[in-house]
């Protein structure tokens, strides 16, 4: 899906659907199938900006054995549908059959125009690159990233600043020389971060972390304001006094740079249970006739497979948000918050400030989530069950119970990013129509940075429809 301030894109391999935001009016179109020359192209990837379509396509001409294609870069006029200008010819790039889309080719937009991402395929036939193009498909400038391409290096993290800056995570894995422990392989691991300007310059910085420290989640920004580049991680420390080595605890590293890349600020804290237990967590524990058995002063255990994600304040602090807690199960009681949020705040110098952790239950009802924040609240959107949410507040309870289409609801928690505290929690839409079932959202924000608007898709599977519903933050 794309879109912009006045329609809303939906495209499959063959059909456009846009949808008119003032008026409502939907127009389905056939103009995803393209032609040129004797070769037959397939949209796969979109933006949506200032009235205009900016499609990704890749071409393939005549033949059985297809395992290449031709990449152009197409703007299209949203009201009349027709192609402005010439194609953009990009390249060429590895596809497995006539309907796949290339190996790794991503399109990104800023407020000056797009980036392209490409990577090497495992083949070797195709280019690893970062290519700037501005709003009339002209390239600005492309840097060869193929001496990247190497067993055990991975650069497929880029942040897009809304300024044209380019940040790209690049880690160094050692895979010959794992180290064993309690929680499976750990690989030595260098990381460097590469800060592209908007003129295609670039610098490199190499953070340094202690040889106990062992990071599971990290995330990198540009500071407009100060001009400064940050970095916080997500580190556990390597115990290797045992007869195994154990990686224990969980806490982060922060660490703030100045545009040449020299250091400016670095701070670490490890978390103890005193830092995010809460009444929530006791009487969710009551609830569930758990005792607990940690105290205040316990290491918190080292988080395993969660959803990590970082906003960033107007005074530069970062909100720190995990939609599970799934850690290691050192303790009964963490083990039972398996899929609760965790979310703390840390300033500039990288002290911790605040934290809330908001219990839930084990359902998997909860694995499917998403984090917004805007006008200084944090909105966690999921699917909720209808029952718990009565005359006017919300009561959780532990009985068994099924999800299905007849008892859930999408819902959403409002917290204020000033202290953490929760200011709201309730259903959205919950009146879909009978059969229809909260099936996740589409999110972007709008151009004056302090409104976000939610697209919310519902499924009826037994009828074989969909409906999308426009919320605003």
Not at 58 to 76: D, E, H, L
Not at 334 to 341: A, D, H, Y
Not at 396 to 425: K, Q, Y
Request: aromatic fraction near 14%; glycine fraction near 8%.
């Amino acid at each position: 899906m794309g879109s912009d301030d006045d329609y809303l894109v939906f495209w499959d391999l063959f059909k456009y659907e846009t949808v008119n935001r003032k008026t409502g009016e939907k127009v389905v179109t056939d103009v995803t199938t393209l032609y040129h020359g004797d070769m037959t192209g397939i949209i796969y990837d979109l933006e949506v900006r200032d009235g205009h379509i900016y499609e990704i396509a890749r071409f393939v001409g005549k033949g059985r054995a297809i395992t290449s294609c031709k990449v152009g870069f197409i703007k299209r006029n949203i009201e009349t549908m027709k192609i402005v200008g010439d194609i953009e010819w990009v390249g060429d790039f590895s596809i497995w059959n006539y309907y796949d889309k290339p190996y790794y080719l991503d399109l990104h937009q800023y407020s000056g125009g797009f980036y392209l991402q490409s990577r090497k395929a495992p083949n070797g036939d195709q280019n690893s690159f970062l290519a700037q193009y501005d709003e009339d498909l002209n390239m600005q400038w492309r840097t060869d990233l193929n001496y990247l391409a190497v067993n055990g290096v991975s650069y497929d993290e880029l942040l897009f600043e809304d300024n044209g800056n380019v940040l790209m995570k690049v880690e160094f894995k050692d895979v010959e020389n794992a180290i064993k422990t309690r929680s499976g392989d750990v690989f030595p691991t260098g990381l460097s971060l590469f800060s592209f300007g908007a003129d295609g310059d670039y610098i490199v910085i190499t953070p340094e972390l202690n040889e106990t420290e062992v990071y599971n989640y990290n995330y990198f920004g540009f500071d407009e304001k100060s001009q400064e580049l940050f970095g916080i991680f997500m580190i556990s420390e390597l115990d290797e006094t045992g007869r195994k080595k154990v990686l224990r605890g969980q806490g982060y590293k922060y660490m703030r740079w100045d545009a040449e890349g020299n250091l400016l600020e670095s701070s670490r804290k490890m978390f103890t249970y005193e830092d995010f237990w809460n009444e929530e967590a006791e009487e969710f524990m009551k609830v569930r006739g758990v005792e607990r058995t940690t105290s205040n002063d316990d290491q918190f255990p080292r988080f395993g497979d969660v959803a990590f994600k970082v906003f960033v304040k107007e005074n530069g602090n970062l909100i720190v948000t995990f939609g599970e807690i799934k850690s290691e199960r050192l303790y009964r009681e963490t083990s039972e918050l398996i899929n609760s949020n965790l979310i703390f705040e840390i300033d500039t110098k990288g002290e911790f400030l605040w934290s809330r952790l908001i219990p839930k239950r084990r359902d998997g009802l909860y694995n499917d989530e998403i984090f917004i924040m805007a006008q200084d609240k944090l909105y966690i959107i999921n699917k909720e069950f209808s029952e718990f949410f009565t005359n006017g507040g919300y009561k959780m309870h532990h009985e068994g119970i099924r999800a299905g289409a007849e008892n859930t609801c999408s819902a959403v928690i409002v917290l204020d990013t000033e202290n953490g505290e929760i200011v709201e929690r309730k259903t959205i839409n919950e009146d879909m129509g009978e059969g229809f079932m909260y099936n996740g959202i589409l999110s972007r924000k709008y151009p004056d940075d302090y409104m976000y608007e939610t697209i919310m898709i519902h499924t009826r599977p037994r009828k074989n429809q969909v409906k999308y519903t426009r919320v605003t933050f």
